[in-house]
């Protein structure tokens, strides 16, 4: 049996396996390469039987999302490293070979991203993970290369290895021992911000993640659910309020999730004033359906270590009102 498996999780995406199934296959010989199929109603089954015979199809019983789409396919998968890719990601050229000796070399090290840069315009990152994610104290996630809606061009300042906070679920690298450990993605969260959450799970048990930059993969980005969709909008702000209430010290508890969700109303009345009423909307949603489970969500916290979880106090400050649109090393 290979050591790395790469699965691919598909809805629907009989387009996009036909444009970057063949580079996945291409460049990455060493692995075993998966399709775990959320119960498609196009030709994606058809399409990889017929064309792709050495794929292995794992076929869920219905669109279970990111979260539990992944959990339910690699109950049957294996291989030592979950290589987990986008449907909308193209490889390049030994991408995975610095991934898996960075994990031989380093057992403590258990979940690892590639640089993730733009397929529309690839001399720049992709919002999906760019360099490496941190997050601030009130949760909210920023990469280096991306702060917000700010793009860095791919210079070079990030070809390095370094450890890091949350790794992007576009090409995420886990252990599988690790992944188990962890009960996997939170089934609940459907989409969005899951792979933050199982990021912070992980370092609340001394887990170490890291970005490595001699790893390049090309991410389309919103194939799956547009960025100017309100339910985008839902997804984000309620799985970050659940993120935060499972993780969050118990000290900083309540009062950062306060003011989180006040600089959520911010948000929102922002969305308002941008003629972008059901972004309202869909906060408003997402903080109703929030204060309905709480209790719920209470109930999934662990024990919770004490030290810090971010590297900057709030990255809302640095980047609206001290214009800090890059990232910075004094962070």
């Known amino acids: 049996?290979?050591?790395?498996?790469?699965?691919?999780?598909?809805?629907?995406g009989v387009k996009l396996l036909e444009q970057f199934l063949p580079s996945v296959i291409q460049h990455s010989p060493e692995a075993s390469i998966y399709v775990a199929d959320n119960a498609s109603t196009d030709?994606?089954?058809?399409?990889?039987?017929?064309?792709?015979?050495s794929v292995t199809i794992i076929e869920n019983t219905a669109n279970f999302g990111f979260a539990k789409g992944y959990n339910e396919?690699?109950?049957?998968?294996?291989e030592d490293i979950y290589a987990l890719v986008n449907s909308d990601i193209e490889v390049t050229e030994n991408w995975l070979q610095p991934i898996v000796t960075l994990f031989d070399n380093e057992p403590e090290t258990a979940i690892i991203q590639p640089k993730i840069l733009d397929y529309k315009n690839k001399d720049y990152f992709e919002y999906a993970?760019?360099?490496?994610?941190?997050?601030?104290k009130y949760g909210f996630p920023f990469c280096r290369?991306?702060?917000?809606?700010?793009?860095?061009?791919?210079?070079?300042?990030?070809?390095?290895?370094?450890?890091?906070?949350?790794?992007?679920?576009?090409?995420f690298f886990i252990r599988k021992e690790v992944y188990r450990e962890l009960k996997g993605f939170d089934d609940?969260?459907?989409?969005?911000?899951e792979e933050i959450d199982l990021c912070w799970r992980a370092f609340n048990k001394g887990h170490i993640i890291k970005y490595c930059g001699t790893s390049t993969v090309y991410h389309v980005g919103g194939a799956t659910l547009e960025a100017g969709n309100p339910r985008k909008t839902f997804l984000n702000f309620r799985n970050s309020a659940w993120m935060m209430l499972k993780n969050l010290p118990v000290s900083q508890l309540f009062p950062v999730l306060f003011i989180r969700m006040s600089l959520d109303g911010i948000a929102g009345i922002r969305f308002l004033f941008q003629g972008k009423p059901k972004h309202l909307?869909?906060?408003?949603?997402?903080?109703?359906?929030?204060?309905?489970?709480?209790f719920k969500f209470l109930g999934?916290?662990?024990?919770?270590?004490?030290?810090?979880?971010?590297?900057?106090?709030?990255?809302?400050?640095?980047?609206?009102?001290?214009?800090?649109?890059?990232?910075?090393?004094?962070?």
């Open 129 to 136: 993970g760019a360099a490496g994610g941190f997050i601030d």
């Open 281 to 294: 909307w869909a906060i408003l949603s997402a903080h109703f359906y929030f204060y309905f489970h709480i």
């Open 188 to 193: 609940d969260f459907f989409a969005h911000q």
């Open 145 to 171: 290369g991306r702060i917000f809606e700010t793009i860095e061009k791919d210079n070079g300042q990030y070809n390095d290895t370094i450890e890091i906070f949350w790794a992007s679920g576009a090409c």
């Open 1 to 12: 049996m290979k050591k790395t498996a790469v699965v691919i999780l598909n809805w629907n």
């Open 73 to 78: 396919a690699l109950r049957f998968v294996e």
């Open 300 to 331: 999934k916290r662990e024990g919770i270590p004490s030290k810090n979880y971010f590297k900057i106090n709030s990255i809302v400050y640095r980047y609206f009102l001290k214009n800090g649109k890059v990232f910075d090393t004094n962070f």
């Open 43 to 53: 030709t994606s089954v058809e399409y990889i039987k017929t064309h792709f015979p």
